[in-house]
């Protein structure tokens, strides 16, 4: 009989979990998320995500755009999102360890260390012309409830979302 393997992403998707356990656990992961992410699980979605919105955001003057990316992590998204030439991307996300790791990329122009949920975040209305999100809906992760406060924050008529997991 073989062995379950569990990575950490088994771990980190616990329905269950207050916002500050999530990430309390990410923080503890941020060290090698990147690597497990990425090399280990195969992970597309980062890919997935910045696809999706190069295509939404097609025609537009990329260096132009702002971009929140939520639920940001150590930066996977952006960094595709760089390599696609938009460059005025700002993070949000509730783990102080991976927007640490994120910070040393050199990708965002601001990085916001808070939860995404219903309330505000520190950000004006109508600020962001796109917002990624990669993975931030899973179990123990963000709800529905944050949707009006993204909203919030992108320009009107401007809200496109690629939602993976």
């Not at 702002?66 to 150590?74: C, Q, Y």
């Not at 949000?92 to 260390?113: E, P």
């Amino acid at each position: 009989m073989l062995a379950k393997t569990t990575t950490s992403l088994d771990t980190h998707h616990d329905p269950n979990s207050t916002p500050e356990g999530t990430a309390k656990c990410y923080d503890d992961w941020s060290g090698t998320y990147d690597k497990e992410i990425m090399t280990q699980l195969s992970c597309t979605g980062p890919r997935e995500c910045a696809d999706a919105l190069e295509k939404a955001l097609d025609g537009s003057t990329r260096k132009e755009i702002r971009i929140l990316d939520v639920a940001a992590g150590t930066g996977l998204v952006a960094e595709r999102l760089v390599k696609k030439g938009f460059t005025n991307i700002d993070a949000v996300d509730g783990s102080q360890g991976m927007l640490d790791l994120a910070q040393k990329k050199q990708i965002y122009r601001r990085l916001i260390c808070d939860f995404v949920g219903p309330n505000p975040l520190d950000i004006e209305n109508d600020t962001y012309d796109a917002i990624a999100c990669c993975a931030g809906f899973a179990a123990g992760h963000m709800k529905d409830d944050c949707l009006p406060e993204l909203i919030r924050v992108v320009k009107r008529g401007e809200l496109h979302f690629k939602i993976s997991d």
